[in-house]
């Protein structure tokens, strides 16, 4: 079986302002809670980056279920690798408008023999290694009791697309 990845964009629609991705997000890390996930350390940059621009009351709502979640689940939050760049070229081919960090990213996926679970529709061009998220069941599936707990209160902070 391939190593997970998931990107920032997957982990912060846990909190969309859209109720369909919010909840396809949510159930995809409920449905994966006991796997192993991985996620760059720039991803999780990326996420801090966000919701360090709320306000602190927001922030204050979603740090504990983060923290909480990143404890209990098996995120594993790694750096790039060595192959982060030997795929860049063909990758540039690919789409010549894929930013830095997405030709570091996807590269470090494929030379992993990774899949990373993006929303970004760009990187979905690279289906050998992007998937989009499963179908979900339709109702929105529940972390155990204290981490629910927590999710519902992180829910005062929501991000766009």
Not at 105 to 127: E, M, P
Request: a negative charge; proline letters at 2%.
């Amino acid at each position: 079986m391939k190593n997970i990845y998931v990107d920032s964009g997957v982990f912060l629609a846990m909190h969309s302002i859209d109720e369909k991705i919010r909840v396809t997000c949510k159930n995809f890390f409920v449905a994966n809670f006991s796997k192993q996930l991985f996620m760059l350390l720039e991803d999780v940059g990326q996420c801090d980056a966000v919701i360090w621009k709320e306000e602190r009351e927001l922030q204050d709502a979603y740090y504990p279920f983060m923290d909480n979640l990143h404890t209990l689940m098996k995120i594993e939050r790694v750096p790039y690798n060595k192959g982060a760049l030997e795929n860049i070229d063909e990758l540039r081919i690919i789409d010549s408008s894929f930013s830095i960090s997405d030709l570091l990213t996807l590269s470090h996926v494929k030379a992993s023999g990774a899949v990373l679970y993006t929303l970004g529709v760009s990187r979905l061009k690279i289906d050998s290694i992007c998937k989009a998220l499963p179908e979900q069941e339709a109702s929105e599936l529940s972390f155990e009791q204290q981490l629910e707990r927590l999710y519902q209160e992180s829910l005062k902070l929501r991000v766009g697309q």
